[in-house]
């Protein structure tokens, strides 16, 4: 990683958690944080990388692995409810804060600090097509099916997905956005997108919760462990069998080692599914990517010199 992403990203982070301590922020500030890099610099950055971007058979890899993935995590969760006898609320935060990663809030920044520019645009194709969907599907069917509500309908996902606001950001880049837009408008694009990491980070650390009993930690170890390093060493033969090579190759592992979707966790916090954990598994997955994520890409350069 470029020592000046890694600066900024510890920089951002520890102010979140000091504004957080002294109050130095309303108490809402994570949320309308988030919400700022939802609505403008996550469409900013579809819209400026997804146009050079050549769709062809090769990026179906990069659709289909966050997918096998879930099925993955859902027999190794199962699994380990099993050995463990973790409680029902439990088994449902560890399936969706392992198979829902956060491969847009954090794993844009991360992939473009840690890879480059030129991997992004692959990124948006694993978080837009795969993670999104997965999150709109499968998540809102875990949360139904483990909170007592009714499973969602398939006009309430299509609803879902229509409102997330990248999507249309999407739409238009893929159909209507020049590869080359003026050069005031690419600039200004440009700018929004490089917010991203700042904002997210500050968020993080206004929002991270790292306290837990001793109760939670198994459960918690084990999360992690399947977030952070099992699924991203599953996600290198899965590109191997796809035929992935160079740039998709990597983002397909780094993407699939970004720890837990933020949005996933809040989803089973507001439906009181084990609560704590669902959030330490986002506050202690961010703080460990740190480390695992340039692990990751060493891994990767060494076997792909």
């Known amino acids: 990683m470029a020592f000046d992403a890694f600066a900024l990203i510890l920089t951002m982070l520890g102010l979140g958690m000091a504004f957080s301590r002294l109050r130095a922020l309303p108490d809402n500030s994570a949320d309308v944080l988030n919400r700022i890099v939802l609505y403008v610099c996550l ?11 050549r769709l062809d058979a090769s990026l ?18 199962s699994l380990a409810t099993r050995v463990f006898g973790f409680a029902r609320d439990v088994h449902a935060v560890l399936l ?21 520019d ?54 238009f880049a893929l159909v209507l956005m020049p590869a080359q837009p003026p050069a005031w408008i690419a600039t200004g694009l440009k700018q929004l997108a490089d917010a991203m990491l700042p904002l997210v980070m500050l968020a993080v650390g206004f929002s991270i919760r790292l306290r837990l009993s001793r109760a939670e930690l198994p459960p918690l170890g084990i999360g992690l462990l399947l977030k952070l390093v099992v699924m991203p ?22 993407e699939s080692a970004m720890p837990t979707m933020i949005t996933a966790a809040a989803l089973a916090i ?18 460990l990517s740190l480390a695992t994520l340039p692990a990751w890409v060493w891994v990767l350069r060494a076997l792909h010199p």
Not at 60 to 77: F, H, I, R, S, Y
């Open 118 to 171: 030129h991997a992004l645009p692959y990124a948006v194709v694993y978080d837009q097509f795969g993670t999104f969907v997965l999150l709109s599907t499968f998540g809102l069917y875990v949360i139904a099916r483990y909170s007592g509500d009714r499973p969602p309908t398939a006009a309430q996902v299509l609803l879902r997905i229509a409102r997330f606001p990248p999507l249309w950001a999407l739409v």
């Open 270 to 287: 507001a439906h009181r599914l084990a609560p704590r954990l669902a959030a330490a598994m986002v506050g202690y997955g961010i703080v």
């Open 43 to 53: 469409p900013a950055a579809v819209l400026i990388y997804v146009p050079r971007l």
């Open 96 to 116: 969706i804060c392992v198979a829902l990663a956060n491969s847009s809030f954090i794993g844009y920044p991360m992939v473009r600090a840690l890879l480059g």
């Open 233 to 254: 060493a599953l996600a290198l033969p899965i590109a191997w069998a796809f035929g992935l090579q160079g740039a998709m190759l990597q983002v397909n592992v780094l």
């Open 60 to 77: 179906v890899g990069l659709m289909a692995t966050p997918w096998l993935l879930m099925l993955a995590t859902w027999a190794l969760v």
